[in-house]
């Protein structure tokens, strides 16, 4: 593709328009933010357009039903978000999209979607990591930011990312600058609170269906596994298994399924609780922000916040309302990119395996 794109918008240059879109997974998103002068950056508008209901009949996401839905929503929620931002095309100064990691069929779409209208606007088109997008979340609302000679910093941080495709540990220096120190050597912990809950006969996504249960039940009432190797990978394939074997065992099952609930909920959280504070004190951080789909959850929130108290840490959690994907903090991640200097490339494809950092530690 040849089409004369506008160079990279200048940070200096007052306002900052950028619109992003997100379908690495069964979320289509589009987001319109504006970043002026040294002011917090402003989400002028952010859509999604979930597909669970689609997806609930399978138990998960069926790729292609996820793909052919994006691009059967895609152009209204960019057309909707325009109108909402009281916006045209070519008052965006980048058209940005999700490169990976994701499901390629469901990232070539958004990718594709803005690269176009980059090319047809003669704006900027740049791409970002989704799991950047979560890292970065929390700084979105311009908490704990300041502001350098190159734009937006974020000040050096321990990341806990916890999403349904990933469980992360990552030591932020910077934007941009990460180092994984640890991640799920089996099943992510979203993808361990939705299988567990499927086999508990409860509606997909299970994270929140978990959660409401478990309000209700008791935490010790059933002990499994925390399952602990000594570096600061995570493991919750065991604790799924041990939930399968207590399973028959227990005799009336509708009036436990509370402390069910209850105990893998506690299980999962002394684990992500203990390895984010360990892994904090181990690399000198002061700072642990938690981001990702099942940040969502209240009892994971708290007791990391506990935790971060009693260590004298700072805790940075990402608002609800960006944890489950969206758009919002791709355009954000997208924005400290350009501010950077960064550029992007028509010819750049999709990464459905793209990884966080070049060089990656753990793996
Ligand atoms: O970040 P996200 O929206 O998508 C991925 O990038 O994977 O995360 C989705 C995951 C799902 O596994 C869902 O069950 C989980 O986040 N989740 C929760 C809660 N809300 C969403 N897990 C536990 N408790 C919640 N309240
Ligand atoms: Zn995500």
Redesign the pocket.
């Known amino acids: 593709m040849s089409a004369a794109l506008q160079p990279a918008p200048e940070p200096e240059s007052g306002a900052l328009t950028i619109l992003a879109i997100e379908t690495?997974?069964d979320?289509s998103a589009v987001a319109i933010l504006r970043q002026s002068g040294t002011e917090p950056a402003e989400i002028l508008c952010s859509l999604v357009s979930s597909q669970i209901q689609l997806h609930r009949s399978y138990g998960g996401v069926v790729p292609e039903v996820a793909s052919r839905n994006h691009s059967l929503i895609l152009r209204t929620l960019v057309e909707n978000a325009l109108d909402h931002a009281a916006l045209q095309a070519r008052d965006v100064d980048a058209f940005v999209a999700t490169r990976g990691p994701?499901l390629s069929s469901s990232l070539l779409v958004g990718h594709t979607m803005a690269k176009a209208l980059a090319a047809a606007s003669g704006r900027h088109f740049l791409s970002v990591n989704?799991m950047e997008g979560?890292l970065l979340s929390p700084f979105l609302s311009g908490q704990a930011t300041s502001w350098g000679s190159s734009g937006i910093k974020i000040p050096p941080h321990l990341a806990l990312i916890?999403?349904?495709?990933?469980t992360m540990l990552v030591h932020a220096r910077k934007a941009g600058d990460y180092h994984i120190l640890g991640r799920t050597v089996d099943d992510?912990?979203?993808?361990a609170?939705?299988k567990v809950?499927r086999m508990l006969g409860l509606p997909?996504?299970?994270?929140?269906e978990?959660?409401k249960q478990a309000r209700a039940g008791d935490p010790e009432a059933f002990q499994f596994p925390r399952s602990m190797p000594g570096d600061l990978n995570f493991s919750f394939s065991g604790l799924k298994t041990a939930v399968r074997y207590t399973l028959p065992k227990v005799s009336n099952l509708t009036t436990r399924l509370p402390d069910i609930c209850a105990s893998f909920?506690k299980a999962v959280t002394d684990v992500l609780v203990s390895k984010s504070l360990r892994a904090a004190k181990e690399h000198g951080c002061n700072t642990i922000t938690l981001s990702?789909?099942?940040?969502?959850?209240?009892?994971?929130r708290s007791a990391l916040r506990d935790g971060c108290l009693s260590d004298g840490l700072r805790f940075l959690p990402c608002p609800s309302r960006l944890?489950?994907?969206n758009a919002a903090m791709i355009a954000f991640a997208a924005l400290l990119k350009l501010q950077s200097g960064a550029n992007g490339s028509l010819s750049e494809d999709i990464d459905p395996n793209l990884s966080l950092c070049r060089q990656d530690s753990t793996s």
């Not at 997909?204 to 929140?208: A, L, N, R």
């Not at 990702?292 to 994971?300: K, R, T, Y």
């Open positions: 690495s997974c979320e994701g989704h979560h916890v999403s349904g495709g990933h992510a912990a979203g993808e609170f939705d809950a997909y996504p299970g994270g929140p978990i959660e909920q990702g789909g099942v940040s969502c959850n209240e009892f994971i944890s489950t994907d």
